[in-house]
Nanobody, 116 residues
Framework: QMQFVESGGGLVQPGGSLTLSCAASGSVFSIFDMGWYRQGPGKQRDVVATISTDDSTNYMNSVKGRFTISRDNAKATIYLQMDNLKPEDTAVYYC??????????WGQGTQVTVSS
């Protein structure tokens, strides 16, 4: 199974931007569809955006037009560019394979807080 290290989170004002990174290791990254997930306070973990091996992307409705997922197979890294951030985007963000495998490994995540 792959291991993941997420980074790039922080505190940002509404309307601001952040770029998250997720470095993967432990397997052949390029053969996997990947996703960004988030878990807000008191909420379940949801998939935010996905990217396939041929760079096809999908987004949850609430982030369409604001978030952009991308991948760099040479660096075994995926990114999430987040623009026009809203308070409801506050969450811990994780990356993982998509769809999830049984007993999936999770990284530590990266905290995104959107607040004035």
């Amino acid at each position: 199974q792959m291991q993941f290290v997420e980074s790039g989170g922080g505190l940002v004002q509404p309307g601001g931007s952040l770029t998250l990174s997720c470095a993967a290791s432990g397997s052949v990254f390029s053969i996997f569809d990947m996703g960004w997930y988030r878990q807000g306070p008191g909420k379940q973990r949801d998939v935010v955006a996905t990217i396939s091996t041929d760079d096809s992307t999908n987004y949850m409705n609430s982030v369409k037009g604001r978030f952009t997922i991308s991948r760099d197979n040479a660096k075994a890294t995926i990114y999430l560019q987040m623009d026009n951030l809203k308070p409801e985007d506050t969450a811990v963000y994780y990356c993982n394979e998509y769809p999830l495998v049984a007993f999936a490994n999770w990284g530590q995540g990266t905290q995104v807080t959107v607040s004035s």
